[in-house]
């Protein structure tokens, strides 16, 4: 697709119907991101998911996810320590997990962990620009690359995990100008998610692009909602609440019928 000039489409999912729905309306990829986190544990941010539950969660999105390409996020934690870590972690989300690549957050500095997982036969994602695992060092959810100096380190972070043998990178929060000039200066592929559109590929958080949270929940800028899931399922419950209360609900064409004497006998 990248060399067809393609773009590459990728979408998250945390769970087996997410995942189902993903891949049966044709993603190319889906990603079990540690954004579920917050939106499918009601955590505040990534640092709190465990090892065990990214496993878990990837397990039941490999079971819905038939035909997209699926990769699993390493947790905050995982990976930063060393080479050998990060390997090992990776190991375990493809074993335990179930995916086919996995991806983890950060650009020259992980060049050596890029580097060991992807020698040992595992597909590594980058993301660079806003890496949400370091949002205390960064001061927040910051748009990164904004100054000439900052746009140098987004490309030579690109550079570095591209050298470092990564399939492609997440490029997050980056001013569309600066994703376009390193989409093309690099040979791998760019997933940018509030990057514009001169990436690659785009990805999203499925539950933010489906409108299926609450409508109150922040979304960044970027974010466009499709849909409005969380509204139907809200009005289909509140459909069935009613239904329940005045009694029109279960009606006769959903109960289970008895023969008139066998009911008379066991009326008796
Ligand atoms: O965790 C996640 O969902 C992600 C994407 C937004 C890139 O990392
Ligand atoms: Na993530």
């Known amino acids: 697709m990248h060399k067809r000039n393609e773009p590459i489409t990728m979408l998250t999912a945390h769970d087996f119907p997410s995942a189902h729905v993903a891949d049966q309306a044709g993603m190319d990829m889906v990603l079990v ?10 955590m505040e941010d990534t640092s709190e998911v465990l090892m065990e539950e990214m496993i878990l969660h990837c397990r039941s999105v490999a079971r819905g996810a038939r035909a997209a390409f699926i990769v ?11 080479a050998e870590q990060a390997l090992q972690s990776a ?12 991806k983890l957050e950060g650009g020259v500095e992980m060049a050596g962990a890029i580097h060991k997982i992807t020698t040992a036969g595992i597909p590594v994602l980058a993301h660079i620009g806003l890496t949400p695992q370091r949002q205390n060092a960064l001061g927040g959810f910051r748009v990164q690359g904004k100054s000439t100096a900052s746009a140098l380190k987004v490309l030579a972070d690109a ?8 399939f492609a990178v997440v490029l997050e929060a980056v001013p569309a100008e600066v994703a376009t000039l ?17 990436c690659s590929g ?8 489906s409108g ?12 466009k909602k499709f849909g409005d899931v969380w509204g139907e399922a809200r009005r289909a419950i509140e459909a069935y609440k009613t239904e329940v209360k005045e009694r029109s609900y279960p009606a006769p064409e959903h109960t289970y019928p008895m023969a008139k004497e066998e009911f008379v006998e066991f009326e008796k």
Do not use: C
């Open 159 to 166: 550079i570095a995990v591209q050298e470092a043998g990564a």
């Open 91 to 102: 190991i375990r989300l493809v074993k335990e997990g179930r995916v086919h690549a996995i």
């Open 33 to 42: 991101g540690d954004s579920l986190a917050m939106v499918a544990l009601g």
């Open 212 to 223: 299926n949270f609450p409508p109150r929940r922040f979304l960044p800028k970027f974010v």
């Open 202 to 209: 785009q990805v999203l958080v499925q539950v933010d692009m």
């Open 182 to 198: 390193v989409t093309k200066k690099l040979r791998i592929p760019t997933i940018g998610i509030g990057a514009g559109n001169g």
């Open 72 to 82: 699993g996020d390493l947790p905050m934690g995982s990976y930063e320590v060393s």
